[in-house]
């Protein structure tokens, strides 16, 4: 069974651009969820679906980050513009059910860098 | 204030050593506590879960958790090359506001066991 995986594992950009990270979740898993790790900090949670529907965006840094997930299936995390303090690694996870002990299942994350 | 703290390290230890990780956190809501495994380039995987304290032993590791001190460790028997990798403890409350299930992470620790 494939595994969550994420593309693209490395992009870099210039300020002011825009890139769009995009997740594929183990299939059958409704719970899909993006978190970031900034350098030399821990890993954050930026938000979680259930199917397509946001169930919790708290995280998200500010409206330069938007997230889909039409359809419930593949999800993807854009920032635009992007700004230094974005670098960092994005993770994905997915899982059968939210909380108690549904194992959130992560992806290789992507590594973006702005420069 | 971190809700969750971890010793970044490094941590070299010898192989066959007994490795100790630890994590204090400060939000006494929550109730399951994880160890996660994250090799250079990869995802987190879920090594180890427990709920609210008490010990929890899997092959040469042992998870502990003392909710009165705020305090879970993480031991390691018989460490090998292989158990090189940065360890994350991540915790999740489960009656927050949004029950989405979503991971507190600390920053991890960099274990390197030695031949």
């Known amino acids: 069974e494939a595994g969550v995986t994420q593309f693209p594992s490395h992009s870099v950009i210039e300020k002011g651009q825009t890139v769009t990270l995009r997740c594929d979740p183990i299939s059958g898993h409704d719970n899909l969820y993006w978190y970031r790790r900034v350098m030399g900090k821990e890993i954050k949670f930026l938000l979680h679906f259930v199917k397509e529907s946001k169930q919790d965006e708290s995280g998200m840094p500010n409206n330069r980050f938007l997230a889909e997930r039409t359809g419930g299936t593949y999800s993807t995390l854009k920032v635009q513009p992007a700004e230094l303090e974005d670098s960092g690694v994005y993770f994905c996870a997915s899982s059968q059910a939210p909380g108690t002990t549904n194992e959130q299942f992560f992806g290789p994350g992507t590594r973006l860098t702005v420069l | 204030q971190k809700e969750v703290e971890q010793d970044p390290g490094p941590l070299s230890v010898p192989e066959g050593a007994i490795v100790s990780l630890n994590c204090t956190y400060s939000n006494s809501a929550f109730q399951y506590f994880m160890w996660y495994r994250q090799y250079s380039r990869k995802g987190p995987e879920l090594l180890m879960y427990?709920?609210?304290?008490g010990n929890k032993e899997d092959g040469r590791f042992t998870a502990q958790v003392d909710k009165s001190s705020k305090y879970i460790s993480l031991f390691i028997r018989d460490s090998q090359p292989s158990d090189s990798a940065t360890y994350l403890c991540a915790m999740i409350d489960l009656h927050g506001s949004s029950n989405t299930g979503k991971l507190i992470f600390g920053q991890g620790t960099t274990l390197q066991v030695k031949p």
């Open positions: 427990t709920y609210s304290s």
